[in-house]
């Protein structure tokens, strides 16, 4: 156990790929996750877990088959399961997600996108 | 189910209390909590869940019987299970925790300080 808060900022100086998510903390089996995003990402559902995106810096869409959420810097937004939902962003954003251990990025769709999992930063 | 997102300074402009987590969305059975605290909490312990702090504005001190953790802004920290600790702030600090439903503020010590759970903003 460290004593050193965790800084979002120096995490995301780390690395650079976009739609690749890295862990860098879990509470009990939850993990939050980093990601710098960029263009489209790929429709998907989860259908076992709700999702939640918040935006770090920059500001992202999470279009829904009813319509577009809107997400900019110090805005969040949970995606329930079963709900389709595809990621998008004009210019590079960075978000937190924070989702259960072992979630897919691109749930039930296969995907060039598809991320390992549990990389840690 | 909204397609509004979840604007972090919009919740907090709601409530000016200390020490009073206020329910701003949920994953599952987790919850975000957001807080405005100032000056000292209460060593307490969770028995039962790990619980995540997040600093959104300002900064505050997570003493532990083994030393601080300082938090300044776009930073976090996550405080095991089991482990005390006692939340201190000099300046008026507003927070973002993520733990599950149910969770006392106060954990295992009763205290005037220990809130009234599920209060939704």
């Known amino acids: 156990m460290s004593n050193q808060s965790i ?3 120096d ?5 650079s790929a976009h739609w690749t998510p890295k862990v860098i903390a879990e509470i009990n089996d939850y993990q939050f ?3 710098k995003i960029k263009d489209e990402f790929v429709w ?5 877990t709700d999702e939640m995106f918040m935006v770090i810096k920059g500001s992202m869409i999470i279009k829904l088959r009813d ?3 809107l997400l900019n810097e110090g ?3 949970v995606v329930p399961k ?3 939902h595809k990621p998008f962003a004009e210019q590079e954003c960075h978000i937190m997600m924070i989702e259960p251990r072992g979630t897919v990025n691109t749930g039930d769709s296969d995907s060039v996108l598809t991320a390992v999992n ?3 930063i």
């Open 7 to 9: 800084n979002l900022n």
């Open 11 to 15: 995490k995301f100086a780390k690395f």
């Open 33 to 35: 996750k980093l990601a």
């Open 44 to 48: 998907h559902t989860h259908y076992d």
């Open 67 to 69: 319509g577009d959420v």
């Open 75 to 77: 805005e969040m937004y």
């Open 82 to 84: 079963d709900v389709e």
């Open 118 to 120: 549990d990389v840690w």
